[in-house]
């Protein structure tokens, strides 16, 4: 049964690029959830996709932006990238309805702005 | 706004039991959870507990919640090297969505 992933593992940028990161829920979600753990802090929750709608968001600016696929993998993309942006960032999966509560996370793909 | 804090750090003997406490702010939380984060790695789901019950155990693993003080805590008994982590508290608001919010972490180191 695999589990979420997320590609990349590591990713180097420049202030001002864009970038786009990828998350594979686990065998049978539909349902993904984004977040941005700075280091020594807990992680904040970005946005969520369901049935390939962004359904909930959290404080975050525009340049913060998402996509899922008819087989639920999910995109995140930034853009204008600050330096405040380097962060892990994660993501998450759950089954919508009963199970909704349970939320798996991938490894995380660790983003650094310089 | 609605806020979950932990204790930073606890350090605990290798055989002895650890308690990470957690406070949260939101009354409509209907599930509190406790992660497990090793270093460059991402968020292991340990356990959870749905807000109408008192206690939950799991193995090593002992969660407590007074809903009354709104206040969370993780035992773990028998502690091995193996649990030297992060931990982090969370809920999971009735009308979140699945929005988790996190408390800050707690670091737990083990020594032998």
């Known amino acids: 049964d695999a589990g979420v992933t997320q590609s990349p593992t590591h990713l180097i940028k420049t202030r001002g690029q864009q970038v786009t990161l990828r998350c594979s829920p686990k065998s049978g979600h539909d349902t993904v959830s984004w977040y941005q753990q700075a280091l020594g802090q807990g992680p904040q929750f970005i946005f969520q996709?369901?049935?390939?709608?962004?359904?909930q968001r959290g404080n975050f600016p525009d340049r913060f932006s998402g996509h899922q696929f008819p087989n639920y993998s999910s995109e995140l993309n930034v853009n204008a990238l600050l330096l405040g942006d380097s962060a892990l960032y994660l993501c998450?999966?759950?089954?919508?309805?009963?199970?909704?509560?349970?939320?798996?996370f991938g490894p995380g793909t660790r983003l650094t702005v310089t | 706004g609605e806020d979950v804090e932990q204790s930073l750090f606890l350090s605990v003997r290798e055989g002895d039991s650890s308690v990470i406490n957690c406070t949260y702010t939101d009354s409509s939380s209907t599930y509190l959870y406790w992660y497990k984060q090793e270093p460059g790695a991402g968020l292991q789901l340990l356990t959870y507990i749905f807000s109408n019950m008192d206690m939950k155990q799991d193995q090593r693993l002992t969660v407590l919640l007074n809903k009354k003080d709104k206040h969370l805590s993780l035992r773990i008994a028998d502690t091995q090297t193996g649990d030297s982590a992060i931990y982090f508290c969370?809920?999971?608001?009735?009308?979140?969505?699945?929005?988790?919010?996190f408390g800050a972490g707690t670091q737990v180191v083990v020594t032998p």
């Open positions: 998450a999966s759950s089954l919508e309805g009963g199970r909704a509560h349970e939320q798996y």
């Open positions: 996709y369901y049935e390939e709608e962004e359904r």
């Open positions: 969370a809920d999971f608001p009735t009308d979140s969505w699945g929005k988790l919010q």
